[in-house]
């Protein structure tokens, strides 16, 4: 059965950057959509930031708008988060999601077929 397996999670002071990936372990390819969300204790998964593998066309959460970027070095392949200044408030486990459907609402959760175990994200102050 495939599944998704994210790496590059850590802890770091606010201001500090973390590279994220997500790669696939039993999937033909990654899928037309691939996001990553992230979820906070006591809070509700978010969506962070999605990319389509078909253009590459990319769409973030106004929070992490400018901060983070999405990206996958070649179609249907490793996808990657990038996260520059961070802040405390990033602090959150970190999931990679894919889906080979299409979707109108790439950041909602329940668009997802497929996810990993996620990787934390820790930001001190």
């Known amino acids: 059965q495939g599944q998704l397996v994210e790496s590059g999670g850590g802890s770091v002071q606010a201001g500090g950057s973390l590279k994220l990936s997500c790669g696939t372990s039993?999937?033909?390819?990654?899928?037309?959509?691939v996001a990553w969300f992230r979820q906070a204790p006591g809070k509700e998964r978010e969506g962070v930031a999605s990319?389509?593998?078909?253009?590459?066309?990319?769409t973030y959460a106004a929070s992490v708008q400018g901060r983070f970027t999405i990206s996958q070095d070649n179609p249907y392949g490793t996808v990657y988060l990038q996260m520059t200044n961070l802040k405390p408030d990033d602090t959150a486990m970190y999931y990679c999601?894919?889906?080979?459907?299409?979707?109108?609402?790439?950041?909602?959760?329940?668009?997802?077929?497929?996810w990993g175990q996620g990787t934390q994200v820790t930001v001190s102050s």
């Open positions: 990319i389509y593998s078909g253009s590459r066309s990319t």
């Open positions: 999601a894919a889906t080979y459907a299409g979707t109108s609402d790439p950041l909602r959760a329940a668009s997802y077929t497929y």
């Open positions: 039993g999937l033909t390819y990654m899928g037309n959509y």
